[in-house]
């Protein structure tokens, strides 16, 4: 049971995603992202690069990117960043619900790479969303384990506080702000601490610039 919600929140937040693509002018596409050296375009290049691969096929990607993870998901990007926005926005909608290494965990890898992804683009353009409640906090709570994420080690000895949602994880000194911002930073994007207030930001912001200088 829980799976199949999983999967349908995936596919809600890749329908949204796909929105937000196709309402985006063509120097919007073009603009830097939250994630270094990454237009906005190169995001969405990654998001969906692990979609159409076999499993042969992703193997081989991990092969040729010496299972280093940056050098992998650069492969996926510089094959899908070729295409134009129309063919990445009507992939994203071809994608719903993800398929390939996305569809991992019962569609969990897709929701919380896609959100923060999303967060990704929108937050440099200036582009709010209001995140259903329940999709938010499923996320808040898959990112402290995600891989890809691994909020759990960023919050540690901390107690994370969602002021605009029931939502709270951990102990010991406070961290509060809105609960996209503390997903932001378990993600390890600087952007999110100036919404953080706190006696335990500091510890989170040291550990975010740690991780953000081992990109």
């Not at 070729?82 to 909608?93: A, F, H, I, K, Y």
């Amino acid at each position: 049971m829980q799976n199949s919600t999983t999967l349908q929140m995936a596919c809600e937040e890749r329908r949204d995603f796909a929105d937000l693509l196709a309402g985006l002018s063509p120097q919007q596409w073009e603009q830097p992202s939250l994630c270094e050296r990454w237009r906005v375009k190169d995001v969405v290049a990654h998001v969906l690069s692990y979609d159409e691969l076999s499993r042969w096929q992703l193997g081989w990607r991990f092969v040729k990117g010496g299972f280093w993870p940056s050098r992998i998901n650069a492969i996926g990007v510089a094959q899908y960043a070729t295409r134009s926005p129309e063919q990445l926005v009507e992939l994203m909608r071809a994608c719903i619900p993800p398929r390939g290494l996305a569809s991992g965990f019962g569609g969990m890898v897709a929701l919380v790479d896609g959100m923060v992804h999303q967060q990704d683009i929108r937050r440099p353009l200036g582009i709010p969303r209001a995140i259903p409640p329940e999709r938010m906090r499923t996320v808040l709570n898959y990112a402290l384990t995600a891989p890809a994420v691994r909020g759990a080690r960023r919050s540690r000895g901390v107690r994370l506080v969602a002021t605009d949602l029931d939502w709270s994880v951990g102990s010991g000194r406070e961290v509060t702000g809105p609960a996209e911002a503390l997903l932001m930073a378990m993600a390890a994007r600087p952007d999110a601490l100036n919404q953080l207030s706190g006696s335990g930001k500091d510890i989170v912001a040291q550990r975010i610039c740690g991780a953000s200088s081992r990109r």
